[in-house]
């Protein structure tokens, strides 16, 4: 059953197109960043990270974008394939040194076949 | 490997009885945590663990009790259910340095009623 509620903001994305799903986070002091991926009925599973030193960082299929200018994180999913169907989380590490990560409400990726 | 083991997968309660959601790993992570998963609100951190015999509140550790006897096990107790604590609850655990990711169990579907 679903592990996330029913109000989540919903992105639809034609299966082959690339996918964006934007996370605006509030601590210009955050120093590190993430993505998970949570399927129906699952914890959340990393996806990829990046360090507040960096804009950009690129995994397989991902690209993790940081804009700390405007305090803005987003995350490009390349060739979306109906296994990205999901809600992605991203998630700030507020205070250097310590394990208080925290997380957005979510999006819910549906990809259509 | 396992990861992350909790038990039970679901549970339903009645007001004012208690219970304790297990976690278990078995990657020797020092750091572990346990968060609530609510509709439309993200995880929030109840409480997490720097290490055995560490540990400390996150954003909503009201109604729950932890503790750490060992680098393996994280049990988080409800002492008097309350609806309000209906909810998916997830153990997360992670290395012992700044900036890395955490791996989540599978949940715990709770109910009060």
């Known amino acids: 059953g679903e592990s996330v509620g029913l109000h989540l903001p919903t992105l639809s994305v034609q299966e082959g197109d690339n996918s964006i799903i934007n996370c605006a986070y509030s601590?210009?002091?955050?120093?590190?960043f993430i993505w998970y991926k949570q399927e129906s009925g699952k914890g959340p599973q990393f996806i990829i990270d990046i360090r507040s030193n960096m804009d950009k960082r690129q995994g397989q299929r991902v690209t993790v974008l940081l804009n700390k200018t405007v305090k803005h994180l987003s995350l490009q999913i390349a060739a979306t394939q109906p296994g990205d169907s999901a809600v992605y989380f991203c998630a700030e590490n507020r205070a250097s040194g310590t394990y208080k990560y925290i997380f957005g409400t979510g999006t819910r990726l549906k990809v259509l076949a | 490997n396992a990861g992350v083991t909790q038990t039970p997968k679901f549970q339903v309660l009645k007001t004012g009885q208690s219970m304790t959601l297990q976690c278990a790993q078995d990657m020797n992570h020092e750091y572990m945590s346990w968060y609530r998963q609510d509709p439309g609100m993200g995880l929030r951190l109840i409480h997490y663990?720097?290490?055995?015999?560490?540990?400390d509140q996150g954003e909503v550790p009201n109604g729950y009790n932890v503790s750490r006897s060992t680098t393996e096990d994280f049990p988080l107790r409800l002492l008097s259910a309350a609806p309000s604590q209906t909810s998916v609850y997830f153990c997360?655990?992670?290395?012992?340095?700044?900036?890395?990711?955490?791996?989540f169990g599978q949940g715990t579907r709770l109910t009060v009623v």
């Open positions: 601590n210009s002091a955050s120093d590190y």
């Open positions: 997360a655990s992670s290395r012992r340095r700044e900036n890395t990711e955490a791996f």
């Open positions: 663990s720097v290490g055995a015999g560490i540990t």
